[in-house]
């Protein structure tokens, strides 16, 4: 069983929207701080988001702050990514992750669960 799978990738122009999930299965998913991360093709793996796990804090990299919202719903184990005014460089695969403990975007990168990464591709 993947603990974690996203969805709601796609082709979108840019200016468009999108919307991420990634739905955790067979883990304490309200006991986990969540992340976004993307990778684009020759890049190395770069944070886009996190959310605490009582939905606390959010924090955005730079280049996504003010068109990109992390949100959560405990009931339904999932955390969501909404993708605003989409640009060409936001072209990547799109990772959620998952860590107990501690919260901060340099932790997350030593997440205990990662999915399988649904991609985003914004044409010009």
């Excluded at 974690?4 to 796609?10: A, F, I, K, R």
């Excluded at 959310?51 to 990109?68: C, N």
């Excluded at 339904?76 to 992750?97: G, H, I, R």
Aim: charged content about 20%.
């Amino acid at each position: 069983q993947v603990p974690l799978v996203e969805s709601g990738g796609g082709l979108v122009q840019a200016g468009g929207s999108l919307r991420l999930s990634c739905a955790a299965s067979g883990l304490t998913f309200s006991s986990y701080n969540m992340g976004w991360f993307r990778q684009a093709p020759g890049k190395e793996r770069e944070f886009v988001a996190a959310i605490t796990w009582s939905s606390g804090t959010p924090d955005y990299a730079d280049a996504v702050k003010g068109r990109f919202t992390i949100s959560r719903d405990n009931g339904k184990n999932t955390v969501y990514l909404q993708l605003n005014s989409l640009k060409f460089e936001d072209t990547a695969v799109y990772y959620c992750a998952a860590k107990k403990g501690l919260y901060g975007r340099r932790l997350l990168y030593q997440s205990d669960y990662w999915g399988q990464g649904t991609q985003v591709t914004v044409s010009s």
